[in-house]
Structure formats: structure tokens, C-alpha cells
């Protein structure tokens, strides 16, 4: 029986509108996948779609939490970020230092916008902040909003593959060795998410494209994209299983009616398709 993997997250808990740990812990674990979280910070509900939040910012307790385990000798096969405030990247530095092993990889989703506009929370020196940052990641899992925004290039609904790969190209260049980009709107009723990697084959699926901004969908498909990873899944596979997962959900979450989209999918029904790829591997 193979050893189970352990992942340490390092982003927000948003008590309502299901995202970032609340969607990572779960996902993680139908993985089989140890999900140790630590909370950027504790927020009533996350901040689109909903009028206002209350906060608590966890920056002065990341260190000492990590401290805490250094008689522990806990050994981490990937540390995730993804929501952060703007003081907390330089954080992420010193965390690094602190856990990451030879084998720990490093998966950055920079979790700052979408549709083209930054998250309420922030403003452009986070951007920069993030553009200084992404180079510690083995892997990149933007959207294209992000993306556009990492890159300085223009925002549009409908980019055509061939618009994305000279973003993806201009990533790689920052020395990140993959970048694993969420849906994309390439033809009209699909989205198409990539794998790309400079010189190597370019890995892409699309599944069917639904005209709502559904919330914490990039989140889902992060810790399904990662999860997958550690458990050796190749690319090809592990978009379509990832598509599948989230698509499943969306369907669920529509049969109930109008969606209440800042509430999230109903990815709960869903996760039997991740534990049965856990079940298939041991
Ligand atoms: O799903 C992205 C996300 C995560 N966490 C918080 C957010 C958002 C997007 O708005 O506000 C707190």
C-alpha cells in the first residue's frame, strides 16, 4: 500500500460560501490526501457577491503555528497557497524556508480575480506582490483573469488558444516549470482548461461552459488538480477527471433551481468521483 501524502494549505476560511479551506479539506481527504490548513485568515462568508464580511487576519500566528510543530518532524509532499492578503506573501517566503523539503513541490494559485477584475479585498500592489511571488512555484494554477494580470496583457471574455499560449509562454519565462490554467471560454459553450509546460506537448480538455460565475469553482479546481497530482494521475486524466468532478456538482447545484451563486456548487454529491480515484490507486 503506498504512504499517504500530506499537504500543507495555507489560504482563507470562509465560514459561508463554500471556497478555499472549506473546499480544500474536503476535496484533499476524498483523495485520501492528509489536508493540514492553516487559515490566512477566518472570514464570515468570502468577499464576491456577498455585501460586506467580517474578518479576522491571521498574519501575526502563521510563524508561531509552524513553530509549534518543529519537534514534530512532519514531513510535507506539497504546500498550497491560494487566498492571502497582501502582507501574508512575504510570509509564504519564510514558510517556504521553514517546510519545504527536496520533494516538497510548491503549488501557487494566485487567487486574486476573476472576469477580468481583481477581488474587492485587493488592488494593484497585490498584483505586484503575487508577480514577485509566483516564481516559487513548481506549479501555477491561475485563471485567465490572473493570468492576464501576472502577464500585463489585456483582459477578454474570449480568447482563442492561440492568445493564450504567448500568456502561458510569458509565465513559464518568469521560471515556473507548469502552469495549470482553469477554464477558459475558447468556443462559444466550452470551457477549456491546459497544461502547459515550455517545450513539452500541450495537455488540454473542455467541458460544457454555464453562463453563471459560479463561486470557489477555481478552488475546486486547484485542490482536485493537486490532489490528483500526488496520487501520480497524469495530466491528460486528471483534467477530466477534475472536469467531471465539477461539472457533476454545477449539474446538482442547477437542479435546484436558480443558483444562489455566491453560495458555491453542491461539489458534496460529487466527491464520490474523487474517492473512487483514491480507492483505484491503493
Ligand atoms: O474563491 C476565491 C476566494 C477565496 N477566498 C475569498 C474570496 C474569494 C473570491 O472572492 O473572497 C475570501
Known amino acids: 500500500m503506498r504512504k499517504q501524502k500530506r499537504v500543507l ?8 460560501g463554500r471556497c478555499s479551506l472549506t473546499v480544500a479539506l474536503p476535496v484533499l481527504s476524498s483523495l485520501g490526501i492528509e489536508c493540514v490548513g492553516i487559515p490566512s485568515m477566518v472570514l464570515s462568508n468570502h468577499t464576491a457577491g456577498f455585501a460586506s464580511w467580517e474578518e479576522i487576519d491571521l498574519e501575526e500566528k502563521i510563524l508561531p503555528i509552524l ?22 506573501i512575504a ?42 511571488y509566483i516564481h516559487h512555484a513548481d506549479v501555477l494554477l491561475p485563471n485567465l483573469t490572473e ?5 500585463d496583457t489585456p483582459y477578454k471574455e474570449d480568447y482563442s488558444l492561440i492568445d493564450v499560449l504567448p500568456i ?4 513559464c519565462s518568469l521560471g515556473i516549470q507548469k502552469i495549470v490554467l482553469s477554464g477558459f471560454k475558447e468556443k462559444e459553450n466550452q470551457l477549456t482548461s491546459i497544461v502547459y509546460q515550455k517545450e513539452k506537448k500541450i495537455i488540454k480538455r473542455s467541458t460544457p461552459y454555464y453562463p ?3 463561486h470557489g469553482t477555481g478552488d475546486l479546481f486547484a485542490s482536485s488538480y493537486i490532489g490528483l497530482s500526488l496520487l501520480g494521475i497524469k495530466d491528460e486524466e486528471i483534467l477530466s477527471i477534475t472536469h467531471k468532478f465539477i461539472d457533476d456538482a454545477i449539474s446538482d447545484t442547477l437542479k435546484e433551481g436558480t443558483p444562489s451563486l455566491c453560495y458555491g456548487v453542491n461539489f458534496e454529491r460529487a466527491l464520490p468521483t474523487l474517492i473512487k480515484e483514491n480507492s483505484k490507486e491503493s
Open 9 to 16: 494549505t495555507i489560504q482563507d476560511y470562509s465560514c459561508l
Open 67 to 88: 513553530k509549534k510543530w518543529d519537534n514534530y518532524n512532519h514531513h510535507f509532499d506539497a504546500i498550497y497557497t491560494g487566498y492571502l492578503p497582501t502582507k501574508q
Open 91 to 132: 510570509i509564504m517566503e519564510k514558510v517556504f524556508q521553514k517546510v519545504k523539503e527536496k520533494d516538497t513541490w510548491i503549488y501557487i494559485d494566485p487567487c486574486f480575480g476573476d472576469k477580468g477584475k481583481i477581488y474587492p479585498g485587493f488592488n494593484e500592489e497585490h498584483v505586484k506582490r503575487m508577480k514577485e
Open 147 to 151: 493570468a492576464c494580470f501576472l502577464t
Open 168 to 171: 502561458l509562454d510569458k509565465l
Open 212 to 214: 453563471y460565475l459560479f
